[in-house]
């Protein structure tokens, strides 16, 4: 019987991604040997798959790619900040990353659609790795963006590696002028929205019930400070404007010089190319933003360990 020294937990666990009980088990069912364990691990988790789907999963990876004309964002989610660092998972979420360009955002499409090489749908082969990991692995959510005419920005912020990390955002511009004169405009635009996190690209696209939500909060903001009704509604409008400098993209103080609108920038880049830039949408993904994450102590936590 070999022994299963830590190192080899360790060598199996890094390879792998794998709970560290989860290696030591595998390395003790396959005497020690380094990729029958790999094998084993991938076999015994394939039949846990179904019981993992079950745990919170809010770490992971957003993911980005490119292709002329558009660009694709997906979210994937793992259960610990451990598996974003595991080259298996970062391999498949930049390919499904890829993938993603030719789904349109339609999330249940990318699932269904095929990976390349090994004869399973996305779906699968993320089945395929939590055999491997030991960890619930979701893919979260996807859109596109596609600026025909104009330039897709995109920007990942603090990334693990090159278009993966916990930030990402795209923005399309539309535009008559060449695409190369825009693209460095459009990755800036794609980092004042990672910075700002804007609503909206316009007031007018704004989603009204936002608006009227605030305009009731303001109202009886006015009404708490006595101020007459005759006056509130003027009071309201006033408010509301600095509601929509803090929400809207355009009324946003541009990021790179503190003191201008973004409008005004677009302005200024439309006298500078000699035609109308303007932006047509943006998407900004931050990991594991709306779950609603468990809290364990540690004591749960190893016991769950233990237990899986």
């Known amino acids: 019987m070999a022994q299963i020294t830590a190192a080899l937990v360790k060598q199996l666990r890094e390879k792998t991604g794998a709970g560290m009980m989860d290696c030591k088990k595998a390395l003790t069912e396959t005497d020690g040997e380094l990729e029958a364990a790999v094998d084993w691990?991938?076999?015994?988790?394939?039949?846990q798959a179904q019981r993992k789907a079950g745990r919170t999963a809010a770490e992971g990876l957003i993911g980005l790619a490119t292709a002329p004309g558009k660009a694709a964002i997906v979210e994937i989610n793992a259960e610990t900040d451990f598996v974003a660092r595991n080259d298996d998972f970062r391999a498949?979420?930049?390919?499904?990353a890829t993938l993603a360009l030719d789904c349109d955002g339609d999330v249940e499409r990318l699932s269904a659609a095929s990976y390349?090489?090994?004869?399973?749908t996305v779906t699968e082969e993320i089945t395929n790795l939590v055999a491997t990991i030991g960890e619930n692995i979701q893919l979260r959510r996807t859109a596109v963006l596609a600026a025909p005419a104009g330039a897709v920005g995109d920007y990942i912020h603090m990334p693990?590696?090159?278009?993966?990390?916990?930030?990402g955002v795209l923005v399309a511009v539309e535009s008559d002028a060449p695409s190369e004169s825009l693209e460095r405009p459009a990755h800036e635009l794609a980092m004042h929205v990672a910075a700002v996190s804007p609503?909206?690209?316009?007031?007018d696209s704004l989603d009204q019930v936002i608006v009227e939500r605030e305009r009731a909060v303001l109202a009886e903001q006015a009404r708490a400070e006595g101020k007459p009704e005759k006056i509130i509604e003027k009071m309201i409008e006033g408010r509301l404007r600095k509601f929509f400098?803090?929400?809207?993209?355009?009324?946003q103080t541009w990021i790179l010089d503190g003191e201008s609108r973004v409008k005004a920038v677009l302005e200024a880049l439309s006298a500078e190319l000699g035609t109308s830039v303007s932006v047509s949408g943006f998407?900004?993904?931050?990991?594991?933003?709306?779950?609603?994450?468990?809290s364990k102590d540690f004591a749960a936590e190893v016991a769950e360990q233990l237990g899986s």
Do not use: F
């Open 160 to 167: 693990a590696t090159p278009g993966l990390g916990r930030l």
């Open 245 to 251: 400098e803090e929400v809207v993209l355009l009324e």
């Open 92 to 96: 498949v979420v930049r390919e499904v």
């Open 41 to 47: 691990l991938r076999k015994s988790g394939l039949a």
């Open 116 to 120: 390349p090489g090994t004869g399973r």
């Open 199 to 203: 609503q909206a690209v316009s007031r």
């Open 283 to 294: 998407v900004r993904y931050q990991l594991g933003e709306g779950i609603e994450r468990e």
